[in-house]
């Protein structure tokens, strides 16, 4: 019995452990297992990417060839464009954007069954789209914009439950949009635009987190559209350049009201505009030209091109109190429409051009008696391009004391221009003007002296008139403000008066076409400094002699004609050396039409006239050069735009976004220069096609500003020149990508040069470096007509060119303000640091506060210390620890970089040193506390020529 007992413990026993060797081994299997998935799935990924890799036709900058392979790195996480998962190490984001790939996209990429953003753009992927795609469901971010997909976009799209973000713009996509797509609730962002879907299903409207739709430039029928005003969440909606057609509908603003943005321009839209979009009270933007709508009421209205005509302004005035801009350009619109402007009291911008007005201006806005009292402000008239076919009224109220531009070109003025009056008054209730365009009218008589008493005059246009006799020689007074000048296709006779020449900050300057006589003065190398002349015409008159080598200096010379004359001699061979380097100049147009039809003019074959006295003068072409001319000076914008156009920017080349991307190899992060001053973009080096190499600053339109940043940039550097201040030569200017094409910068910055590794500059070359930088900014604060403050002077806005010239850059929050040093309100934006002091605890900016930058700028070239270095702390900052550096018992070397002032047994030691105590001194002038109490920055740039020039005589180098 015993033995019984035993044999079953025995047996019990042996059970037990048998079923923890089985339970141990399966534990290990099931780990193992685990393993095994683990690994395929990780594999799964890879293999999906090595087939994507494999459907690949064209890779030209070699990223993926070089970099998805396990010889460079064997997790395929590390992979450029992947992120993977932190729990599971999968794949969550592809993104290959800009990289210039082509191929097609297989059907294994649905593999990564992980992934939620997946993002292609700016690429030449082509084919249409594997249906596999669809299983990827945690999706929440589709980017194929710019590529070449076609076909019909697939009903599969509506497969991703979690998708927010769904691009397909700039593709070959066409037919109907799928509704399956509008089910996907979770949608905050749609674009579509520029393919060629047919139409908009009903579905849309359900969507209740739509925040974002781009539907522009597609060819969509129906009225389904409507659906989308029932979108409340909508921030931004853009149908632009649909021509659909019908009318608005009324209930727009019903549901809208979160509505930022609405572009509805470039339709076929009738009827009125809806009475209550003034109820959208987000609203920023809108876009309705070009269609053929009635207005109502709005606080800033654009609705040039369209039908509007009858009394349909009738009671603007009354019903839009704060109206401040008005362009109601190219209608049909006739005299006595406005009875009530004049009780919109806040306008300042009104441009009613291309019209059906046959009087000077509605008769109500001659019945303002005093416009100070009424806050009018007008700055900004334009009445051009309607059939006025009358005389410039004398008298006609107080309207122009604020105007800033009048434009009545192209109008069939007829007389004489007054030398009194409200309207164009040449007296000095006019000072502001800065813009005053009357050319291809039928003006006759002598050109008024009262006008060259407008001491604020930038641009002045008479040409294609009838005026007659002198130009007058007192220029004098413009020769500061004045920027463009063109008095061509007159009967003007006499030489041209000597004061001619000194206006040296002239850029434009066309006489063309009149009776001028006499020589060329040599005096011409005053003209603009001829560093800033950009196009030159003096084609058609009588002038003769020889051409002055003088013309030796037009370094920026863009557009040159003298054809037409009784010029003689032979062409200077400075000319010759300026037509093969245009390095710089793209639109470089000194030619063979330059020189045509003069009676004795010789010089290079190439210029097709003689090559010496006694040969055959070539035949004129005078039809061509007549042309250019002529496509010059009258092209005019059609776009409506706030600020007055410069004729600079219609010389521009124009660049579209392809040949950028082109030019960057889709800007390529290797291409990239670094961050957009202001954080508003990134700048990027590119080659255009003709091998020019620029800059090219695209702005990030996402964020705040950036947009409006981009135009006054664009509006600084267009209407300033300076040797020392960046150029522009073109910007990309599109709905959604804005740009900056500028001159390229080969040395970087001056905070690259002060704290490389790898290079250092010498005391001299900062000296120069600084005192460019004195010359741009006295350039801003007192020649400019308009004193310019920079508001952000500070060591990497300061570019230096191939020769170490420095350019001071960026212009995004410039200001311009009234006069010297008074003071304007605003928002900060500067660098901390570089500050002054006012501008972050009063808001308020002037020229003197680039004054304290500057001081600061200075300090940190020759210290190599920054205003925020971490060694000031408490009370001690960089200005306290410059002034005690200058004590009679310390020592000016402990605080200078190192680079500069090595040793005491340098033999020009004390010379360094004396100058580096004058410097020093400047720079705490320049940054004092009180703007009252700091220099100006042209009585700084006279100071550091003078540091320099002593510094070079006690180093026995002033003649180097």
């Given amino acids: 019995m015993e033995r019984s007992h035993l044999l079953l413990s025995r047996m019990l026993s042996m059970i037990h452990c048998l079923c923890y060797i089985y339970m141990m081994i399966m534990a290990n299997y099931l780990t193992v297992g685990a393993l095994v998935i683990a690994h395929t799935n990780f594999s799964t990924d890879q293999f999906a990417l090595l087939t994507l890799k494999a459907h690949i036709t064209s890779d030209p900058q070699n990223i993926l060839t070089a970099n998805w392979s396990f010889a460079f790195n064997s997790n395929i996480c590390n992979w450029v464009g992947l992120t993977c998962g932190a729990r599971h190490h999968r794949v969550t984001a592809l993104n290959l954007s800009f990289m210039g790939l082509a191929g097609v996209i297989p059907p294994h990429l649905c593999n990564l069954s992980f992934l939620v953003e997946l993002g292609l753009t700016n690429n030449f992927f082509n084919g249409p789209l594997p249906q596999e795609l669809s299983r990827l469901r945690r999706l929440k971010g589709i980017d194929f914009q710019y590529n070449n997909f076609t076909g019909t976009i697939p009903s599969w799209f509506g497969s991703f439950p979690k998708l927010q973000t769904f691009i397909l713009r700039a593709n070959g996509f066409f037919g109907f949009i799928p ?32 925040e974002e739709l781009f539907v ?47 572009l509805l321009g470039f339709n076929n839209f009738r009827g009125s505009i809806p009475k209550n979009l003034g109820n959208l009270t987000y609203l920023s933007n809108i876009f309705l030209h070009d269609n053929s709508l009635e207005v109502n009421k709005f606080g800033e209205i654009t609705l040039s091109s369209n039908q509007l005509s009858g009394g349909l302004l009738a009671n603007i005035g009354l019903n839009v109190p704060n109206l401040e801009f008005l362009y109601v350009a190219r209608n049909n619109l006739v005299a006595g429409l406005l009875p009530n402007l004049s009780n919109a009291s806040k306008l300042r911008e009104l441009d009613m051009s291309v019209n059906s007005f046959t009087e000077f201006l509605p008769i109500t ?14 700055t900004r008239l334009s009445l051009a391009e309607n059939p006025l076919n009358t005389t410039i009224p004398a008298s006609r109220g107080n309207i122009s004391t604020s105007l800033v531009t009048v434009d009545l070109s192209i109008s069939n003025i007829k007389g004489n221009i007054p030398l009194s009056g409200a309207i164009l008054t040449l007296t000095p209730r006019l000072q502001n003007l800065q813009v005053l365009y009357l050319n291809d009218n039928e003006l006759r008589g002598h050109i008024p002296y009262e006008l060259y008493q407008l001491n604020n005059l930038a641009e002045l246009r008479l040409d294609g008139n009838q005026l007659s006799g002198s130009i007058i020689s007192c220029l004098g007074t413009l020769s500061v ?8 296709s007159n009967l003007l006779t006499s030489k041209i008066p000597s004061s001619l020449w000194e206006l040296k900050y002239i850029s434009y300057l066309n006489l063309s076409s009149n009776s001028l006589v006499g020589p060329l003065s040599k005096d011409i190398r005053n003209l603009g400094g001829l560093l800033n002349m950009i196009n030159f015409s003096l084609a058609n008159s009588k002038l003769e002699g020889r051409i002055p080598s003088s013309f030796e200096t037009m370094l920026s010379l863009d557009f040159l004609d003298l054809s037409k004359n009784n010029l003689s001699g032979e062409i200077p061979k400075s000319l010759e050396a300026l037509l093969r380097n245009s390095k710089w100049r793209a639109f470089w147009k000194l030619s063979v039409d330059s020189f045509v039809s003069n009676g004795a003019l010789y010089g290079a074959s190439q210029l097709c006239v003689p090559w010496c006295k006694n040969r055959t003068k070539v035949k004129p072409n005078w039809r061509k050069a007549k042309h250019i001319i002529s496509g010059v000076i009258s092209k005019r914008n059609v776009e409506v735009v706030r600020e007055t156009t410069s004729l600079h920017q219609v010389l521009w080349i124009r660049v579209s976004h392809l040949e950028l991307l082109k030019a960057t190899n889709g800007f390529h992060e290797s291409n990239l220069l670094g961050t957009g001053e202001g954080g508003f973009g990134l700048v990027y080096k590119g080659t255009l096609s003709d091998g020019i190499d620029i800059a090219i600053k695209v702005f990030n339109l996402q964020l705040e500003g950036a947009s409006k940043s981009f135009d006054k940039e664009c509006e600084m550097l267009s209407n300033i020149r300076h040797q020392n201040l960046i150029k522009i030569i073109s910007c990309c200017d599109e709905l959604d990508f804005k740009a900056l094409i500028l001159q390229l910068m080969p040395n970087g910055s001056l905070e690259n040069w002060l704290y490389s590794p790898y290079r250092s500059l010498t005391i001299l070359q900062r000296l120069d470096i600084m005192k460019d930088v004195a010359l741009a900014l006295e350039y801003l604060h007192h020649v400019y007509s308009i004193p310019i403050v920079h508001y952000d002077v500070k060591p990497s806005n300061i570019l230096l060119d191939d020769d170490m010239v420095a350019h001071v850059a960026d212009f995004g929050i410039a200001r311009l303000i009234g006069g010297g040093d008074s ?19 009063e808001g308020s900016i002037s020229t003197r506060g680039d004054v304290y930058s500057f001081g600061i700028v200075l300090m940190e070239t020759f210290t190599k210390r920054k205003p925020t270095d971490e060694m000031f702390v408490g009370e001690m900052d960089l200005k306290q620890w410059i002034a005690d550096s200058l004590f009679p018992d310390a020592a000016t070397g402990e605080v200078v970089n190192v680079d500069i002032l090595r040793a005491e047994e340098d033999s020009d030691f004390m010379s360094k040193k004396d100058c580096l105590s004058s410097i020093m001194r400047l720079a705490l002038a320049c940054s004092a506390a009180l703007p009252g109490e700091r220099i100006n920055m042209k009585d700084a740039a006279i100071t550091l020529t003078k540091i320099k020039t002593k510094y070079l005589k006690d180093c026995g180098e002033v003649n180097s």
């Fill in 179 to 210: 509704a399956a797509i509008f089910n996907l609730s979770a949608l905050e962002r749609i674009n579509l635009s520029r393919n060629q879907p047919s139409e908009l299903p009903n579905e849309i409207g359900s969507l209740g987190q739509l």
């Fill in 216 to 262: 522009q430039y597609n060819a969509l029928k129906g009225y389904a559209f409507v659906h989308v005003l029932n979108i409340s969440s909508l921030t931004t909606f853009t149908l632009f350049g649909n021509y659909k057609s019908g009318n608005l509908p009324d209930n727009i603003c019903e549901h809208l009201l979160k509505l930022r943005e609405i």
């Fill in 365 to 378: 806005l001659y019945s303002l008696k005093n416009l100070e009292y009424l806050n009018l402000n007008l």
């Fill in 481 to 488: 403000a004045l920027r463009s000048l063109s008095l061509g």
């Fill in 823 to 841: 003071m304007t309100e605003t928002i900060t934006l500067a660098t901390v640091g570089y500050m002054a002091p006012e501008f972050g605890m």
